[in-house]
């Protein structure tokens, strides 16, 4: 059965930093573009990472030269590094492919203080 498990969310200070993991079952994942995804309350879900199966990856303007993507397909595993961060990064972060699949995992909640 295909499922993604986010994990490593949690409460961290304006400036912090975390890092989010994201482990797909289904060997499928390992040759998909992967993507990590959030929904901030009243907002629509938006992409903000994504690596190819071949490491290349893309940022949304807004994390751009704070977030880094990573993935290790022998793990079918999709992290995300978040650096620098601002109470406008909050939210419930999912990881996908691209396109998604239409079982999305439960996500992990991270809040940023100011």
């Known amino acids: 059965q295909v499922q993604l498990v986010e994990s490593g969310g949690g409460l961290v200070q304006a400036g912090g930093s975390l890092r989010l993991s994201c482990a797909a079952s289904?060997?499928?994942?390992?040759?998909?573009?992967m993507g990590w995804y959030r929904q901030a309350p009243g907002k629509q879900r938006e992409l903000v990472a994504r690596i190819t199966s071949g490491g290349s990856t893309n940022y949304a303007h807004s994390v751009q030269g704070r977030f880094n993507i990573s993935r290790d397909n022998a793990k079918n595993t999709v992290y995300l590094q978040m650096n620098s961060l601002d109470p406008e990064d909050a939210a419930i972060y999912f990881c996908?492919?691209?396109?998604?699949?239409?079982?999305w995992g439960q996500g992990t909640q991270v809040t940023v203080s100011s």
């Open positions: 289904g060997s499928i994942f390992r040759f998909r573009t």
């Open positions: 996908n492919s691209i396109p998604p699949i239409e079982r």
